[in-house]
């Protein structure tokens, strides 16, 4: 098993910028990639973006790129959503997720195990 923690969100003004963390733990080993979605209301979770532990590819949405950077930290077992020129069309709640395979990762079907997610409000 793999636990996954969000935390970072919050609210913030549009233009503004945020970070969002995901804490890995237990058998972190046993996941190949990693990646955020996000849902917003009466909406269903979309992809963000994804990073492959193997080789460190990363995969973003055409909605943020350019404006959102997945990074990881492996000595602490972390991911990381920087977000930059945020606007309104970005609020919803953020999940990370662990995939064990290293492809399909814009979809969330791939993924093994999710975290609670944590909500990310800009406002106009």
């Known amino acids: 098993q793999v636990q996954l923690v969000e935390s970072g969100g919050g609210l913030v003004q549009a233009g503004g910028s945020l970070r969002l963390s995901c804490a890995a733990s237990g058998r972190t080993f046993s996941s190949n990639a990693m990646g955020w979605f996000r849902q917003a209301p009466g909406k269903e979770r979309e992809f963000v973006t994804a990073?492959?532990?193997?080789?460190?590819?990363?995969y973003y949405a055409d909605s943020v790129k350019g404006r959102f950077t997945i990074s990881r930290d492996n000595a602490k077992n972390t991911l990381y959503l920087q977000m930059n020129s945020l606007k309104p069309e970005d609020t919803a709640v953020y999940y990370c997720?662990?995939?064990?395979?290293?492809?399909?990762?814009?979809?969330?079907?791939?993924?093994?195990?999710w975290g609670q997610g944590t909500q990310v409000i800009v406002s106009s």
């Open positions: 990073i492959s532990w193997r080789d460190g590819s990363t």
């Open positions: 997720a662990a995939s064990k395979l290293p492809y399909g990762l814009r979809y969330a079907r791939t993924y093994d195990y």
